[in-house]
């Protein structure tokens, strides 16, 4: 997930669910990326999972009431989230929403939501029964209208044998709106579309030709570009990537399924990546039976794909859309990048370096050099999550945007 967690502070509601003993993992995730995480527990939470559970992971004291938090070197409840980035509560139960919808301030934790300023973070976690009754969806709209974020629980299996909405989501999901109200959103008010991954064109029903791709960079520019407040698209190929928190996902197979997909949606949106590595030929015919070993040989004729990136150049409107394309080269980085340029009508292109067996295809980490009109910019060697936030940090502060934040 990368560090971008390293310095923040978290005020850590938890009350009494038993989905408490699967938080103690978020608070070690979020402590190894070195976050500061100030645990408060409600009394019942305490009858779930021990306080020391908490105080070990997240190296720090853990609050259960008020007396003991002004224990803690004069911390009350209105300083501990003074110096916070946000509160998060998990697993909410039926109660804290209730008391929070109603400002009943009974209790540590209650009262520092009340008293504070920062974004506050619900993650209801109960029986089906309950989530759904009229009294918990009444207290959570009202928890809306204050403002406060709440993340839909999973549906399933539950603890208490009943299958349904109210289980805790993912570490990995939550983390993703937690930093989309924490980081710098310089991103809001943009509609990006984002493509990834290979595409496949099959010659027989078993078979097709594809390519390396494993979809990181775009699963990373999509997931990234929502942590930092844009509505994202994000349209790919087969992968074993998981799809990112917050983003809408279509999934397509063949170049001209990702042709269609891409021109059904392009025109409202203001920035536009290409990062899919799309087959630039199909089989011209494709067999209904799976073709047999019967022969010692086997010629297949291959027809050119359309050049999705190159047409969006020609169509899209360049006054209000940002178009990025990737290229994959493995010489001449800059003098192919500034032909590609030119030749698509980008506004900038991302020229992956693939000569080097540590950055590029599917492995983590990828070499970028940025090519826009003006300037050539070559960013770090890194990992593609931070790389595709470099590529967002290139396009913010070079003012590239073209359409205005809200
Ligand atoms: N691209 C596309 N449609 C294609 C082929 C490529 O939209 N049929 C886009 C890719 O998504 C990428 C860019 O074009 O953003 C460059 O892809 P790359 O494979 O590097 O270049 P090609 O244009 O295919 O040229 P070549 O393979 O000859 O280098």
Redesign the pocket.
């Known amino acids: 997930m990368s560090n971008s967690f390293a310095g923040k502070r978290i005020v850590f509601g938890v009350t009494g669910s038993i989905a408490a003993f699967k938080v103690a993992g978020w608070v070690s995730a979020l402590a190894k990326e070195e976050a500061l995480v100030d645990v408060v527990m409600t009394e019942a939470a305490a009858k779930f999972v021990a306080p020391l559970t908490f105080a070990s992971l997240s190296g720090r004291p853990v609050f259960e009431d008020m007396f003991s938090a002004e224990q803690e070197g004069g911390i009350s409840h209105i300083g501990l989230s003074r110096e916070a980035d946000c509160i998060l509560i998990a697993p909410a139960t039926a109660k804290t929403i209730a008391r929070l919808a109603y400002g009943l301030a009974d209790d540590l934790l209650t009262t520092t939501v009340l008293a504070a300023r920062i974004p506050v973070i619900i993650c209801p976690a109960m029986n089906v029964q309950m989530y759904e009754h009229p009294a918990t969806f009444n207290n959570l709209k009202i928890l809306r209208k204050f403002g406060y974020h709440i993340i839909e629980p999973d549906s399933g299996l539950m603890a208490c044998g009943e299958e349904g909405s109210g289980r805790l989501p993912e570490w990995e999901q939550v983390a993703e709106y937690v930093l989309r109200q924490i980081l710098s959103q310089d991103l809001a008010g943009q509609k990006v579309l984002v493509?990834a991954g290979p595409t496949r064109e099959p010659y027989d029903p078993v078979r097709f030709i594809s390519n390396r791709s494993s979809g990181k960079m775009g699963f990373a520019l999509a997931r990234t570009a929502f942590r930092r407040g844009a509505e994202v698209t994000l349209i790919s190929g087969p992968t074993a990537q998981q799809p990112p928190a917050g983003v809408e996902c279509v999934n397509i197979t063949t170049?001209l399924e990702m042709h269609q997909a891409v021109m059904e949606r392009y025109e409202d949106k203001s920035i536009i990546i290409?990062?899919?590595?799309?087959s630039?030929f199909r089989c011209a015919t494709q067999s209904d039976e799976k073709i047999k070993k019967n022969r010692s040989s086997l010629v297949m004729e291959l027809e050119q794909?359309?050049?999705?990136?190159?047409e969006l150049g020609r169509i899209c409107d360049h006054n209000r859309q940002l178009l990025i394309?990737?290229?994959?080269?493995s010489s001449n980085i800059e003098e192919e990048g500034r032909k590609?340029l030119l030749d698509?009508e980008l506004d900038l292109i991302a020229v992956n370096d693939i000569s080097s067996a540590s950055a590029g295809f599917e492995v983590d980490n990828n070499q970028i050099t940025l090519i826009d009109s003006f300037q050539v910019v070559k960013l770090l060697h890194t990992s593609k999550l931070q790389t595709a936030d470099l590529i967002w940090d290139h396009v913010v502060s070079n003012e590239m945007l073209k359409t205005d934040r809200p």
């Not at 290409?274 to 799309?278: F, I, M, P, T, W």
């Not at 394309?325 to 080269?329: D, K, Q, T, Y």
């Open positions: 493509t170049a290409k990062a899919a590595a799309v630039d794909n359309p050049d999705i990136l190159k394309g990737f290229a994959a080269e590609k698509k």
